[in-house]
């Protein structure tokens, strides 16, 4: 049973430039949230997708931007990069209903640098 | 706002010790709390849960967990720490279908 996939594994980046990442969810799992989390801290929401829409959003700003295709796999977009953005960013996956949702299964992340 | 706070930065350990890891959260309802752990260069991976019941929650590798609602805490203990242990400990807790993270708890274990 395969499970929580993220690519790439690790990335660098220009400020000014625009980076997708991917992820594909648990096998059987329909939910994708995604997580930033810098160095020296805890994972921070960015978003949720679910049935192809984001359905909740934490406090980034619209440079972040994402997609949930039919197959439930997602992708993470960041726009305008900032040296702020730096950061490993995670990919979970869930099953929608009930606390069932809070089981969240994290993949290995990809690491972004921006220079 | 629900927020989740590990007082302790760093903890070291001796292999063999007991271990125990502080987590206290604020929210206002029922909490969902979560203990995960990372190590170096990966994921995040899921030790225990608890939603309701019994407080005294076990999971894997040989963590359990304590829910004190009079408290506001969710501490992580484990009764030998085993070197493979040494990694860094996240505490969540379950809020409008996300989790809310505290900043972690990094572990050295000393032979």
């Known amino acids: 049973d395969a499970g929580v996939t993220q690519s790439p594994t690790h990335l660098i980046k220009t400020r000014g430039q625009q980076v997708t990442l991917r992820c594909s969810p648990k096998?059987?799992?329909?939910?994708v949230s995604w997580y930033q989390q810098a160095l020296g801290q805890g994972p921070q929401f960015i978003f949720q997708y679910y049935e192809e829409e984001e359905r909740q959003r934490g406090n980034f700003p619209d440079r972040f931007s994402g997609h949930q295709f039919p197959n439930y796999s997602s992708e993470l977009n960041v726009n305008a990069l900032l040296l702020g953005d730096s950061a490993l960013y995670l990919c979970?996956?869930?099953?929608?209903?009930?606390?069932?949702?809070?089981?969240?299964?994290f993949g290995p992340g990809t690491r972004l640098t921006v220079t | 706002a629900q927020s989740v706070t590990q007082p302790d930065i760093h903890i070291t350990v001796s292999e063999g010790a007991s271990l125990e890891l502080r987590c206290n959260y604020s929210?206002?309802?029922?909490?969902?709390l979560f203990w995960y752990v990372q190590s170096p260069g990966q994921g995040l991976q899921l030790l225990l849960k608890?939603?309701?019941?019994?407080?005294l929650v076990q999971g894997i590798k040989g963590f359990e967990a304590e829910f004190k609602r009079s408290q506001s805490s969710f501490n992580l203990r484990k009764p030998s720490v085993h070197w493979s242990d040494a990694a860094e400990y996240f505490c969540?807790?379950?809020?409008?279908?996300?989790?809310?993270f505290g900043a972690g708890t990094i572990l050295r274990v000393k032979s």
């Open positions: 969540a807790v379950g809020v409008t279908n996300k989790l809310v």
């Open positions: 929210y206002g309802a029922t909490p969902y």
């Open positions: 096998s059987g799992h329909d939910t």
């Open positions: 979970a996956s869930s099953l929608r209903s009930g606390r069932a949702v809070y089981e969240q299964y």
């Open positions: 608890y939603f309701s019941g019994d407080t």
